[in-house]
């Protein structure tokens, strides 16, 4: 990422924008803070939040009206937050002054002409600075003193004795060209006297004069105090800049009210009425219930309706700085190599935001760099990636109508249909070849969103360019996709392929007539991969009406749907926040209706996600074709509890679907030459240890053949129990087993990626 | 090189079964993305069979593993 890459994505996240009320109060007070730090009885820190930002704040704090209050997000919600009143109770409250402490001078003085609050407010800012202020007036207080509580008084008056603000009452200076010979600014404070002098406010912004060290109030001036404070500042930092000789300009548009783009949501904010002040104003208790009444302005929008953001604790602003420090790093530990493969690329966040701020694309685009880099760590994807690479060789099946040396037509169900229900594979592709009168053929392979979700472009690229090949030699069918993923991959990455998703052909064949009779209703889940397609989704609905289920929108569904928790490659990268997305997902299925209901899917994978948390989740082909075939593992149980497919069972299921299907529509068994391997059984320890740490059994014949044409092992000879490992390319594995007439028996196993080098 | 002391168990009751000698701890090499390490393993002196046990692969080798991943 180009550093001018990361500030048009910091720029779009507005999490960090003012809230409405500071955008609009000219002095642009930190209202969250000083509510938060009140509604908790933190009077003294909350003192210290107005001092900070306020000029004069013993006075300021005792006469502002409350412009903020205009657009408080609270004005609909019971009325806006009651700033003026919490702002003098706390002035009157506190007990203890934050110190005030002027920079070093700066050998500068400025003159200020005339009384009143901007005077005041003036000399206050200048003086911080380490400018020291001379106020020319005799009646400087004369406007404000009434209104004022007379202890408040005599501490400001402290306060501006600390900062060496000086009062004179000589004359007013007739000659303001000469005054300006000896003074380095002078300010024009009141309406009266800019009228007195011959100048002329040229700029209403910097209120600069046409005599360069002159800068006034403009006249006539119709201001509220807490403008006229505004003035008084506006004058001390056009002053300071003109003596420092900097742009007057620069970085000002925000210095007085303007819009904030923050936007908050409140739909689910219920209404709490304004606490009234009595004629002494709040006390304590009124005071700390109507400070809690702010809101808090902030977005955190997508944070609240995605997993993935609210597991690293911060928003999407925070996360471009980390993904652009992570790649700029060169020695020394990438921090955020976790977050960028975290994401399932769902692309909720971007429909949610306010300013379409879309996660998705920044840590696609990181994980491609770090993957060209070379930095993608290789434990991120590789289990995923293998499990690809086997799906489109052992696994992969492409196949013209038996008889056909052509096909109009080509089933794709994806990977994963065939892996995890492959007797839904069978019995739709024959229900679309009795369907439809042109040939059908079959076509299994992996569409490349795995690769894809990697970062890993070259593999992407040839994974599209073997189902392009494949396609060709098939006499370029439609394809008829069974999986939402591998739709949107076509779309994306294959577009001069014809596709037309399953749902869209069975509405128009029309269903099976043996459709399995639900219970219902059933809450229904979109995947996220059909976040953007709204055909697939309305296909899925008249499917569903015709045959007359009935079902449940959730919260978050259609274009607003939640990732199942697979997305992006979740679950090989971080096990542990999968399994917390998926939960989630089913959390939010279950809220939408009071009694427990089914969730109906049209996507294999999310069937197996949420099945995984308990939630009975059954897919639409489960309905459609509820005819079971013993020969595919199937078991003719509620489809709703049909345990989640193991990833060893998932191989074997690809592999058992192909030959069955050689078989039983092509008639070209594959002679599978079963050799006298020993047999291997698992212990449940151990076949638990495997799904954890991703061990196939596969794998496991791997380190047995290797035993057996070795025979070399360790044992230990207090458990009795065999020890032996092999590594087949970048994991090693180990077993620990008891041989039993040439049976194994599988009792743990464990692997590591370091490699051995053993001495010599 | 240091080598790494990780494992404080007693290993005596281990034999490798091709060479039936006992594993006896051996300074072993490992090796990760460009990191090699010298660690004292259990070996049978013979061959040069060296053992992993469980409890090291899935915590302390796991952790450098990852450590070394976000380099
Ligand atoms: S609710 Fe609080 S933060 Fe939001 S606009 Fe009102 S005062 Fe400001
Ligand atoms: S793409 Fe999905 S997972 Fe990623 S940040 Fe957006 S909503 Fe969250
Ligand atoms: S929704 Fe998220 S990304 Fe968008 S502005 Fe709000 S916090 Fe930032
Ligand atoms: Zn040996």
Request: charged share 20%.
């Amino acid at each position: 990422m180009e550093q001018h890459e990361l500030r048009q994505w910091e720029a779009q996240c507005t999490q960090e924008d003012a809230p409405h009320c500071q955008a609009q109060c000219p002095l642009h007070i930190d209202v969250r803070t000083f509510c938060k730090k009140m509604a908790a009885g933190k009077i003294n820190e909350a003192w210290a939040v107005l001092y900070k930002s306020m000029p004069m704040p013993h006075i300021t704090a005792n006469i502002c009206n409350g412009l903020c209050m205009e657009t408080c997000l609270r004005k609909d919600l019971g009325g806006s937050i009651n700033m003026p009143e919490l702002e003098s109770y706390c002035a009157a409250n506190a007990t203890k002054n934050p110190p005030v402490r002027p920079l070093p001078s700066k050998g500068k003085r400025v003159l200020i002409i005339g009384g009143g609050l901007s005077a005041l407010a003036a000399a206050w800012d200048l003086a911080k600075k380490g400018i020291s202020p001379t106020i020319l007036s005799t009646e400087a207080y004369d406007d404000v003193a009434s209104n004022i509580p007379e202890k408040a008084f005599e501490q400001h008056e402290q306060a501006m004795k600390k900062l060496g603000v000086l009062f004179s009452s000589e004359e007013l200076p007739e000659d303001l060209a000469e005054i300006c010979t000896k003074w380095d600014a002078v300010l024009l404070a009141t309406s009266e006297v800019a009228n007195q002098y011959p100048c002329e406010l040229i700029n209403p912004k910097t209120l600069q004069t046409n005599i360069s060290s002159v800068f006034t109030v403009p006249f006539p001036c119709i201001a509220t105090s807490i403008e006229r404070i505004a003035l008084g500042r506006t004058l001390a930092l056009s002053a300071e800049r003109s003596i420092q000789n900097v742009s007057l300009t620069a970085g000002r548009d925000t210095e007085g009210p303007y819009q904030s783009r923050l936007q908050t949501a409140v739909s689910s904010v219920s209404s709490l009425p304004r606490l009234p002040a009595g004629d002494e104003g709040y006390d304590e208790a009124t005071a700390m219930l109507e400070a809690g009444r702010c809101l808090q302005c902030e977005c955190m929008q997508c944070v609240n309706n995605c997993v993935y953001l609210a597991e690293f604790k911060s928003y999407p602003k925070v996360y471009a700085r980390h993904i652009y420090n992570n790649a700029a790093i060169v020695m020394g530990t990438r921090h955020a190599n976790k977050m960028i493969n975290s994401c399932m690329l769902c692309g909720l966040c971007e429909e949610i935001c306010p300013e379409d701020f879309a996660v998705q694309n920044l840590c696609l685009t990181a994980r491609q760099e770090m993957v060209a880099d070379s930095t993608m760590p290789p434990s991120a994807h590789e289990f995923a990636l293998r499990d690809m690479a086997f799906a489109n060789t052992a696994g992969m099946l492409a196949k013209n109508a038996p008889s056909a040396s052509a096909s109009t037509y080509a089933f794709f169900p994806g990977c994963q249909l065939p892996a995890i229900s492959p007797h839904l594979v069978e019995s739709t592709y024959n229900y679309l070849r009795d369907s439809l009168e042109e040939p059908v053929g079959l076509f299994i392979h992996c569409c490349g969103a795995p690769a894809h979700w990697a970062g890993q472009k070259d593999l992407t690229e040839a994974t599209t360019r073997q189902i392009l090949q494949q396609w060709e030699i098939m006499g370029k069918p439609e394809l008829i996709t069974g999986c939402p993923t591998c739709a949107s991959m076509f779309a994306e990455l294959l577009p001069q392929i014809p596709t037309r998703s399953l749902w869209e052909v069975l509405e128009e064949v029309g269903l099976p007539a043996k459709a399995r009779m639900p219970q219902q209703p059933y809450v229904l889940h979109d995947p996220c991969s059909t976040r953007h397609d709204e055909p697939m989704r309305a296909h899925v609905r008249a499917i569903i009406e015709k045959l007359a289920v009935s079902i449940t929108e959730p919260r978050l569904s259609g274009l607003l749907t939640e990732c199942c928790g697979f997305g992006g490659l979740l679950d090989s990268a971080n096990p542990e926040l999968s399994r917390k997305a998926s939960q989630h997902r089913a959390e939010t299925l279950s809220a939408c209706t009071e009694d427990e209901q089914d969730v109906l899917t049209y996507c294999a994978m999310c069937r197996d996600m949420l099945a995984r948390t308990g939630k009975r989740t059954i897919h639409l082909l489960d309905i459609l074709f509820p005819n079971c075939n013993a020969a595919l593992s199937c078991c003719d149980a509620d489809p709703a509890t049909i345990p989640v497919t193991g990833f060893s069972d998932r191989r074997e299921n690809r592999i058992r679907l192909k030959e069955h299907l050689l078989t039983t529509v092509w008639g070209e068994a594959e002679s599978v030459t079963k050799e006298n391997a020993p047999t291997i059984t698992y212990t449940e320890q151990a076949a638990a240890n495997m799904e954890e740490r991703r061990i196939l059994r596969s794998d496991i014949r791997k380190v047995v053949d290797y035993v057996e044409a070795t025979n070399s092992s360790l044992f230990n000879t207090q458990t009795q129990r065999n020890v032996a490992s092999f590594r087949p390319v970048g994991v090693t594995y180990w077993i620990e087993y008891t041989k039993d007439n040439d049976a194994y028996c599988i009792h743990n196993v464990w692997s590591h990626r370091m490699q051995i080098i053993p001495p010599k | 090189m240091n080598t790494l002391q990780v494992l404080h168990d007693d290993f005596s009751h281990w034999k490798c079964t091709q060479c039936n000698e006992q594993l006896v701890f051996t300074a072993v090499e490992l090796v990760y993305l460009e990191s090699k390490f010298s660690v004292e393993l259990p070996t049978c002196p013979a061959c040069g069979y060296v053992l992993i046990p469980e409890s090291l692969a899935t915590s302390k080798m796991a952790e450098v593993e990852q450590l070394l991943e976000d380099k």
